[in-house]
């Protein structure tokens, strides 16, 4: 079964740009969790989506944004970039939001560089 | 929330000794707690998990002990190779909450 991918792996944007990140889970999972990986914060969890629907918010701004499609795909967008927003970007796939189902599964990430 | 707190940053440990890296949770209702492992240029992969009804779970070398009262948890490995070194992260939740995550832990497996 294929694992969780990501795309694209690596972006470089310009401060004030916006971007799209995408996510297929795992084949039949259908909660898709996105985090920032930095440095300096390490994990920090942004949304969460289960069945089209978002189910947890992270602490972070309105520039931040996903949806999550009927196949599961998720897509994340950060609008007007900052410098600060340089970091990996990582989806987790799980069967289920809740429950013994809960284990999630990491893609590689996107590694998103703001010059 | 949930706080997690991960020791120690960084360690190193010669090639077939054991390694055991901490965490504590703040949050008395988490229930569920994750263990993965990320190396370089890839994503986090979970490793091992335990639920809060179980004490100890083991899978080969790895093992991870939890203790409620204290609010503390932890990963052991034993007989460590050089493929072990990674970055290790604990996280923590309540089942139904997002994943709160330690800071990480550097391991190093000198050969």
């Known amino acids: 079964k294929a694992g969780v991918t990501q795309t694209p792996r690596y972006l470089i944007k310009t401060r004030g740009q916006q971007v799209t990140l995408s996510c297929s889970p795992i084949s039949g999972h259908r909660s898709v969790s996105w985090y920032q990986q930095t440095p300096g914060q390490g994990l920090q969890f942004l949304f969460e989506y289960f069945s089209e629907t978002q189910r947890n918010k992270g602490n972070f701004p309105g520039r931040f944004s996903g949806r999550q499609f009927s196949n599961s795909r998720s897509e994340m967008n950060v609008s007007t970039l900052e410098l600060g927003d340089s970091a990996l970007y990582l989806c987790?796939?799980?069967?289920?939001?809740?429950?013994?189902?809960?284990?999630?599964?990491f893609g590689p990430g996107t590694r998103l560089t703001v010059t | 929330g949930e706080n997690v707190e991960q020791h120690p940053s960084t360690l190193s440990v010669q090639e077939g000794d054991s390694a055991v890296i901490k965490c504590t949770y703040s949050?008395?209702?988490?229930?569920?707690f994750p263990w993965y492992k990320q190396e370089l240029g890839k994503g986090p992969q979970l490793i091992i998990d335990?639920?809060?009804?179980?004490g100890e779970k083991k899978d080969q070398r790895i093992a991870v002990t939890l203790n409620k009262t204290a609010k503390h948890f932890s990963l052991h490995i034993t007989e460590t190779q050089p493929e072990d070194s990674a970055v290790y992260f604990c996280a923590a939740s309540r089942g139904n909450t997002p994943l709160v995550f330690g800071k990480g832990t550097r391991l190093s497996v000198i050969a």
């Open positions: 949050d008395s209702a988490s229930n569920y």
């Open positions: 335990i639920r809060s009804n179980v």
């Open positions: 987790a796939s799980s069967l289920a939001s809740s429950g013994s189902q809960r284990e999630q599964y």
